[in-house]
């Protein structure tokens, strides 16, 4: 049957949500040489149930999760029926259709702005910044007191590259030859100690830069860097970095404010883990996580427990005991999803303006 084809962008991304049916997504997978079977269906029907639920995009972990909760699939069964990348990477292989990211473009644009069509992709390699991440890019502390112009100059034609959950950024003690600006994910900076046990020294998350520092210390990464997340991640080049502050030794004043503003930002967190008890800790940083201000809220955990025990400055088994002591405040934890009754009264927990 044919289907009468919607408005779509050039990367071949619905328009308008209105316009998606189930036809046409059928007919959008043909053209790329996809027969969508009922897997499929099963993945792109629970990516929309999923955003419609939580107003955010699956992350490819959730997706496994349910294809082997379901089906009883394997942990790469998600990239085999997706094989060119999760979920969007707009690559077009040569020989190959470009079916990079297929099922972001057959499940349609996910609510009032397109732009969550253009969530964390999968693939190796990188593209081009879009006009959303350039918006992400100049709302760091650092670049934005660069200016576009030098960030431009410095960055070029350079894209974020896709990292899945867990993969390395680098290792410490590796030469420092470039710095980080997160578009979308999280990842963790951390130390082994001789003991073998993790220490976490810092987590950023989209908007954030990190180890520019290392540049000038030595040119070796003092922490080990991964991913905690889905990610896409910016590398820029350390020589043109430097080559700009040379030029234009003002960018050295930048980059003491913007490194200034980062340890103040961790002073103070410290001065909240200290001045709070853990379930006040918890409290807070789910509060941070709500889009809502009052009212019931669910947010999707953004890494595994066991790391935000680590960044709140417990051990796990605290972490645990402590989240127990929520439920009296209508907080209730399933898996990495955390339903909350309401958001002003657990904000005011965390405050210690309630008990």
Known sequence: MHVLKPEVDVDAYLVDSGDWTEDWASETALATGVVLTPEHWDVLRYMRAYYEEHRVPADAGFVMRHLSETRGAARNRLFELFRYGYPRSGLQDRGH???????????????????????????????????????????????????????????????????????????QGDPADGFFCIIEGWAKLYRLREDGEEVVVAIFSACETFAEVAMFLGGRYPASCETVSSARILKIDAAKLRR??????????????????????????????????????????????????????RIALPYEKALIASRLGMKPESFSRALGKLADLGVVVERDNVSIADVARLAAFAEGQAS
């Open 97 to 171: 259709a470009p079916t990079a990211g297929l099922e972001h473009r057959l499940i349609g644009p996910m609510g009032a702005s397109r732009e969550l069509c253009y969530t964390v992709p999968f693939r190796r390699g990188a593209m081009a910044l879009s006009a959303h991440d350039w918006d992400i890019v100049m709302r760091t502390p650092l670049l934005k007191a660069m200016g576009p112009t030098i960030s431009r100059a410095m960055i070029g034609d350079r894209g974020p590259k896709a990292y899945a959950r867990g993969e390395r950024i680098f290792d």
């Open 244 to 297: 700009a502050v040379m030029e234009q030794p003002q960018l050295a004043f930048d980059m003491l404010a913007a490194a200034s503003m980062r340890l103040r930002q961790l002073v103070d967190e410290i001065e909240h883990l200290k001045a709070r008890s853990a379930p006040r800790r918890i409290a807070d940083f789910f509060v941070k996580q709500a889009t809502e201000t009052s009212g019931p809220a």
